[in-house]
Every structure is written in structure tokens, then in C-alpha cells.
């Protein structure tokens, strides 16, 4: 083991125990808004809990461990536990947010069943999007919020489901009435996201329930002194219609009013964003924490605090099955190249680097074995955030030898 050069720290060294004392660490104290689910300065005296950046990659890396049991035959196996190739295995400090991650090791890139991944794909995701809105804005453009939900009931099948709402999509996408309020509203494209939720604990037990959250860059040509409310209101009518023709064809039956459709100004997208991919806790869509019902994500955390709840985990199974592959973004035709957004895969955000990182150390093939072993991977990216690498050396001394063979 080699560490960066420096003196000991005060607080961390002797006592990996107590490395979350570091003076030295800046933290914004923050909460989540239960109402956009948004991440948020912590006001002047409030006291709730602290969403600390190192301790939910901590919760990221157990929930990842709870998949490896599920899936053992998935790419996630591996994921940040075995070597890529002959690299030194190093741990890596942002200089910029102060967070620490590894490099050398091999990643799976599964935005849908990775914790780990899913959180680092899902935040350059969201700055990609947000670079195109604020471009777009410049140009005097404005960016919509259109949500689109299918009634759903507990005897459905998720495959069935996720297939009749693709066609009504299609449908809705089609319709002529529909296209014509989107001229109205001066649209030059659309992102649209697909989140996953599942009613089991609610009292309706309403099962699966998959929607669409797309966000509309309108104002092309268009007064936006036009998007006022009452506007809104007729547009949102209009494509209540449409969305209801698009249903009934695709076999889904008829979505209500008040939950089928909403159609949000950009403020409201704004929000959405802004929450979407967040990297200190709720990673949007399946890796939130909801509301009300359960992400896929919300799964695993009923896994970890019941490892017998094995409705849970078929679920996961499930979600993780069906999604495989899928994207987790679609940006309609022309739009990524109108805002010069390079095309990168998942499994080429996964392997990349956090921007402006300084390695605090690497770990030897043993030292790794040994951390494996007794599922440290969180807690050594915890202690070498807080207490640097003397800390880690200290932490290393403690666990020596767990994974050696017997």
C-alpha cells in the first residue's frame, strides 16, 4: 500500500471508529423536500437528518451487495469488486465535492440494477439534460413538463403493461389533434424518462405501476406570454383526449382525468430536474425513494431490512429482468445534435473518472481480499472522504487477514 504524502490527521488516525470528527470536512447541511422529492439547503435551525453524500454510497454499495444474492449471474457480480485487467486498484478523491470513489476495477454500467452505477449514469444523465435546457431557454425557448399514466391493477404483467403503454405512446405520438396542439405549443422535440413504481404496501395493493415523465422544449416561434394558465388548461384538455384515444387502443382501458395526464410549466420541470439524479441521495425514477409506493430501489431497501420479504425480491427480479437493456433516457430525433450532446453509452459513464480527482492511495491484491471480505468497500470511500489515508492505513490494520483462505 502506498498513501499520499502529508501528515497524520488529528481526529482520524488511531481511530477509524471516529473518522466522521474530521475538521477539516465541509458540509452543506441538506434535506430532501417530501413534496418534489428535491434535495435542499438546510434552513437556520432546522434539525433533520443529513443527507451526507459518503454515507449514501455507503447505503449504495449494500443495496448492491443485496443484487449480487439476487442476480449472481449478472455483470453487477463483479461490479467494483473485481480487478479490470491488471490495474492497480486506487482510491480516488474529488477535489471539487470532496467525495471519494475507485478506479481499476470493473464496472457493470446497469443504470437499472446497479445502486452503485445507476447513481453515477443517472447524475451525468440529469447535467446533460440540464445543459439542453438551458440552452434552449437562451434561445428564448421555454421546457414543459408532460406526465402520462396508464390505469394498472395488481393482476398485471409488467411485460404486458410496459408493451401496451409503449403502443399507446405510439398512438398518443401519432394522433393528429396531438400534433396539432404541440404546433401550438412551438415543441422542437422531447426527453422522455420512464419510472417504475409498485403499490404492494399501499391499500389498494394497485401493483405495477409504470409512467412517463417527458420533458417538452416548446416555444419555438411562440409568444410565451402564451403559457398561461388558462392555456395550459386547454392544452392539457385537449391532450387528456388524445392520451385517453391512445389508451383504449392500445388495450389499456381508460386513464381518469385527474391522474391520466398532467401537463406542468417549466418550473415545475425545473424541479424535476433539478431532483433527477441526484448523487447525495434520490437518483430519479427506480432509484428514488417514493413518495408513496416502492421504487425498484425502495425494494432492495425492504430486503435489507427484512431479508426474508420474498415478495420483494421477486419483484426486483422482475424490474431487473424486464429492463435490461433498456434505455434509460430517449431524446427524440435530432435533439441531442441541435444541443451538441455527445453519445456516450452507460458502460462509458461507469468507467469514467470523477473530473478533477487526486488518488489518495492504491490498495494491494491482498489489502482488496481483505476489505471484500468483510464488505468494506462503503466504509473505506467513507473513511478515506473524512479521514484521509492515514485513516484508511488504520482501517486496513483492523481488517487484516479476513480474506485470507482458511
Same mark, same amino acid.
Request: aromatic share 8%.
Given at each position: 500500500?502506498? !498513501?499520499?504524502?502529508?501528515?497524520?490527521d488529528? $481526529?482520524?488516525?488511531?481511530?477509524?471508529?471516529?473518522?466522521?470528527?474530521?475538521?477539516k470536512?465541509?458540509? /452543506?447541511?441538506?434535506?430532501?423536500?417530501?413534496?418534489?422529492?428535491?434535495?435542499?439547503?438546510?434552513?437556520?435551525?432546522?434539525?433533520?437528518?443529513?443527507?451526507?453524500?459518503?454515507?449514501?454510497?455507503i447505503?449504495?454499495?449494500?443495496?448492491?451487495?443485496?443484487?449480487?444474492?439476487?442476480? +449472481?449471474?449478472?455483470?453487477?457480480?463483479?461490479?467494483?469488486?473485481?480487478?479490470?485487467g =491488471?490495474?492497480q486498484?486506487?482510491?480516488l478523491?474529488?477535489?471539487?465535492?470532496?467525495?471519494?470513489?475507485?478506479?481499476?476495477?470493473?464496472?457493470?454500467?446497469?443504470?437499472?440494477?446497479?445502486?452503485?452505477?445507476?447513481?453515477?449514469?443517472?447524475?451525468? %444523465?440529469?447535467?446533460?439534460?440540464?445543459?439542453?435546457? *438551458?440552452?434552449?431557454?437562451?434561445?428564448?425557448?421555454?421546457?414543459?413538463?408532460?406526465?402520462?399514466?396508464? +390505469?394498472?391493477?395488481?393482476?398485471?404483467?409488467?411485460?404486458?403493461?410496459?408493451?401496451?403503454?409503449?403502443?399507446?405512446?405510439?398512438?398518443f405520438?401519432?394522433?393528429?389533434?396531438?400534433?396539432?396542439?404541440?404546433?401550438?405549443?412551438?415543441?422542437?422535440?422531447?426527453i @422522455?424518462?420512464t419510472?417504475?413504481?409498485?403499490? #404492494?404496501?399501499?391499500?389498494? *395493493?394497485?401493483?405495477?405501476? +409504470?409512467?412517463?415523465?417527458i420533458l417538452m422544449?416548446d416555444?419555438?416561434?411562440?409568444?410565451?406570454?402564451?403559457?398561461?394558465?388558462?392555456?395550459?388548461?386547454?392544452?392539457?384538455?385537449?391532450?387528456?383526449?388524445?392520451w385517453?384515444?391512445?389508451?383504449?387502443?392500445?388495450?389499456? !382501458?381508460?386513464?381518469s382525468?385527474?391522474h391520466?395526464? /398532467?401537463?406542468?410549466d417549466?418550473?415545475?420541470?425545473?424541479?424535476?430536474?433539478?431532483?433527477?439524479?441526484?448523487?447525495?441521495?434520490?437518483?430519479?425514477?427506480?432509484?428514488? /425513494?417514493?413518495?408513496?409506493?416502492?421504487?425498484p430501489?425502495?425494494?432492495?431497501?425492504?430486503?435489507?431490512? *427484512?431479508?426474508?420479504? %420474498?415478495?420483494a425480491?421477486?419483484?426486483f427480479?422482475?424490474?431487473?429482468?424486464?429492463? @435490461?437493456?433498456k %434505455?434509460?433516457?430517449?431524446?427524440?430525433?435530432?435533439? @441531442?445534435? %441541435?444541443?451538441?450532446?455527445?453519445?456516450?453509452?452507460d458502460?462509458?459513464i461507469?468507467?469514467? /473518472?470523477?473530473?478533477?480527482?487526486?488518488?489518495?492511495?492504491? =490498495?494491494?491484491?491482498? $489489502?482488496?481480499r481483505d476489505?471484500?471480505?468483510?464488505?468494506?468497500?462503503?466504509?473505506?470511500?467513507?473513511?478515506?472522504? #473524512?479521514?484521509?489515508?492515514?485513516?484508511?492505513? *488504520?482501517? =486496513?490494520?483492523l481488517?487484516?487477514?479476513?480474506g485470507? @483462505?482458511?
Amino acid at each position: 500500500m502506498r !498513501g499520499q504524502a502529508g501528515g497524520p490527521d488529528p $481526529q482520524g488516525a488511531g481511530n477509524p471508529c471516529a473518522l466522521g470528527i474530521d475538521a477539516k470536512y465541509k458540509y /452543506k447541511a441538506q434535506k430532501l423536500d417530501l413534496d418534489t422529492g428535491e434535495v435542499v439547503p438546510l434552513a437556520e435551525g432546522e434539525n433533520v437528518l443529513l443527507a451526507d453524500p459518503m454515507e449514501n454510497r455507503i447505503q449504495r454499495f449494500i443495496l448492491q451487495s443485496i443484487v449480487r444474492s439476487l442476480l +449472481p449471474k449478472s455483470r453487477t457480480n463483479n461490479c467494483l469488486r473485481v480487478r479490470q485487467g =491488471l490495474q492497480q486498484i486506487q482510491v480516488l478523491k474529488s477535489v471539487q465535492h470532496g467525495t471519494t470513489s475507485y478506479s481499476g476495477l470493473q464496472t457493470c454500467g446497469s443504470v437499472w440494477q446497479c445502486p452503485v452505477c445507476a447513481a453515477k449514469i443517472s447524475e451525468r %444523465r440529469r447535467v446533460e439534460v440540464k445543459a439542453a435546457m *438551458d440552452a434552449w431557454k437562451q434561445q428564448c425557448g421555454t421546457v414543459n413538463l408532460l406526465t402520462l399514466t396508464c +390505469p394498472h391493477q395488481r393482476t398485471d404483467d409488467l411485460r404486458e403493461l410496459l408493451a401496451k403503454q409503449a403502443k399507446a405512446l405510439n398512438y398518443f405520438w401519432m394522433d393528429r389533434k396531438a400534433k396539432a396542439v404541440f404546433f401550438e405549443m412551438g415543441n422542437i422535440g422531447h426527453i @422522455k424518462a420512464t419510472e417504475t413504481t409498485h403499490g #404492494r404496501l399501499s391499500p389498494y *395493493d394497485n401493483g405495477w405501476h +409504470p409512467h412517463y415523465h417527458i420533458l417538452m422544449f416548446d416555444g419555438s416561434g411562440v409568444d410565451l406570454v402564451r403559457f398561461d394558465k388558462p392555456q395550459m388548461s386547454s392544452w392539457h384538455a385537449r391532450l387528456y383526449l388524445c392520451w385517453l384515444n391512445a389508451c383504449k387502443l392500445a388495450g389499456l !382501458g381508460a386513464p381518469s382525468h385527474d391522474h391520466g395526464i /398532467k401537463l406542468d410549466d417549466g418550473s415545475r420541470a425545473d424541479k424535476y430536474i433539478s431532483k433527477w439524479g441526484l448523487e447525495d441521495e434520490i437518483t430519479r425514477g427506480h432509484t428514488k /425513494k417514493a413518495i408513496t409506493g416502492e421504487t425498484p430501489f425502495d425494494l432492495l431497501r425492504a430486503l435489507q431490512a *427484512d431479508p426474508t420479504d %420474498r415478495q420483494a425480491a421477486a419483484l426486483f427480479i422482475e424490474f431487473a429482468t424486464l429492463f @435490461k437493456g433498456k %434505455r434509460q433516457l430517449r431524446w427524440s430525433k435530432g435533439l @441531442k445534435a %441541435r444541443f451538441a450532446v455527445e453519445e456516450k453509452t452507460d458502460d462509458q459513464i461507469s468507467e469514467e /473518472k470523477e473530473d478533477f480527482a487526486e488518488v489518495l492511495g492504491m =490498495l494491494t491484491i491482498e $489489502q482488496w481480499r481483505d476489505v471484500l471480505a468483510v464488505e468494506g468497500r462503503g466504509v473505506l470511500l467513507f473513511i478515506a472522504a #473524512r479521514g484521509g489515508w492515514f485513516a484508511v492505513a *488504520d482501517y =486496513l490494520k483492523l481488517i487484516k487477514g479476513k480474506g485470507e @483462505k482458511k
